[in-house]
């Protein structure tokens, strides 16, 4: 059995241990020592990284009881110095205890309790048992929070029996055997956990409510804590500040900036897409027709253009059938069109061109589209597209 020294001080970042025991597993090398510092995962606590002598620890995890130490590299029995991943622990104690702080000023404040908590490297959320929150309730509960927080409130642990659980007031019922472990924060908060927390709430430094949103019935919050949150903050800070010279106005100003912006560029593609629509038009009249058949290549061209050009000399050509061909990186498209007089369905005879290669075919009788992965070329599809046009005339 693994003496858990994490459970002594969530803050011993360093140790010596001896490795009792190892071996592999379909997760890799693993080593059991006797004693650890190494948080396995669980409770929706990652696991702690770090080193063990010499090699890296890539994942703790608790397997048939026994708390195992994924290793790069295999580990001989002996005894090693133990050094934590600090920074990722720390990070795992913040928000641990913010959740914890969290989950209770929002089943006490509104009555909504947390159903689950997931703590990733860049999402962290719980989620609650309503449909819904509303923007001035996840103010209130974030200030509420943040005033706990600057409280410097003890976090404190202790171990007690099953029996002397039952006679608590916990958040949740216990979901282990044994002796439980339970974590206290002052009068706010009194809930069963394994995880590591923080020794007080002023080492939370802030909690920031990131979004919400539906999931499982329920509601997800998404927030970050202490550096993470101070790291968000930063980022957004800089992306104003880039904003702010880019767009040439003050960080309040910005949205109302921005919108002029999109829709000046709105009114500049809409003028764009006009003239684009012009051109095409001035192009698709200039076309000359082999009698009652236009076949031509129009590889580089954007395939929207293509598709309007055939679909605009079509309408010049009441009785033209026509065939036009792009090429673009090992793909090759297809339009296959005709003229309101002409018969004929466009879309059977464009699969009838490209069905031996596994092609498909979208679109109506009058304007049909398709494409293949192959480049053979115009030439190895033209003449099959006019013995197609001749057995329908």
């Known amino acids: 059995m693994t003496d858990r020294i994490y459970y002594q001080d969530a803050a011993i970042q360093t140790a010596t241990a001896k490795v009792i025991a ?36 890539t994942d703790v995890q608790i397997i048939n009881g026994e708390i195992r130490h994924y290793t790069a590299d295999k580990l001989n029995n002996g005894e090693y110095e133990l050094i934590i991943d600090w920074e990722r622990r720390f990070d795992h104690m913040q928000h641990h205890t913010g959740q914890h702080l969290l989950s ?27 449909p819904k929150i509303s923007k001035e309730q996840v103010r209130s509960i974030e200030q509420k929070v943040n005033s706990l927080i600057y409280r410097q ?40 956990c394994g995880g590591t927390h923080l020794h007080n709430t002023a080492e939370l430094g802030l909690l920031k409510i990131i979004r919400t949103e539906k999931a499982k019935g329920g509601t997800r919050v998404y927030f970050l804590a202490g550096k993470r949150a101070m790291a968000h903050f930063d980022l957004l800070q800089s992306i104003a500040d880039q904003l702010t010279n880019s767009l040439n106005a003050p960080a309040a100003e910005l ?38 058949q236009l076949i031509m290549d129009f590889s580089g061209r954007p395939f929207k253009d293509v598709l309007q050009l055939a679909k605009l000399t079509a309408e010049n050509n009441p009785s033209l059938y026509l065939f036009f061909f792009i090429s673009e990186e090992g793909n090759e498209r297809f339009v296959c069109a005709k003229g309101e007089n002409a018969p004929g369905d466009m879309k059977c005879v464009l699969g009838k061109i490209i069905e031996d290669a596994g092609g498909k075919v979208g679109g109506t009788e009058s304007l049909a589209q398709g494409g293949i992965k192959r480049d053979g070329g115009l030439e190895a599809y033209s003449g099959k597209f006019r013995n197609l046009i001749r057995e329908i005339i």
């Open 104 to 130: 209770a000023v929002f089943e006490d404040e509104l009555g909504m309790a947390t159903k689950s908590f997931h703590l990733g490297a860049e999402k962290v959320s719980i989620d609650l048992d309503v």
């Open 255 to 292: 949205p109302e900036a921005a919108e002029a912006v999109l829709n000046d560029r709105k009114t500049k593609e809409k003028q764009l897409r006009t003239i684009s629509l012009e051109y095409l038009k001035l192009e698709a009249e200039k076309f000359k027709p082999d009698g009652n």
């Open 22 to 57: 190892h071996g592999t597993d379909e997760k890799g090398n693993y080593a059991t020592l006797d004693r650890s510092c190494f948080y396995p995962e669980g409770g929706g606590q990652p696991a702690d990284t770090g080193m063990i002598g010499q090699t890296e620890v």
């Open 153 to 192: 409130i003890p976090v404190e642990t202790e171990w007690v029996t099953q029996e002397q659980a039952s006679k608590l007031k916990l958040r949740k019922k216990p979901e282990v055997e044994g002796d439980i472990r339970l974590v206290k924060i002052a009068d706010i908060d009194l809930n069963a």
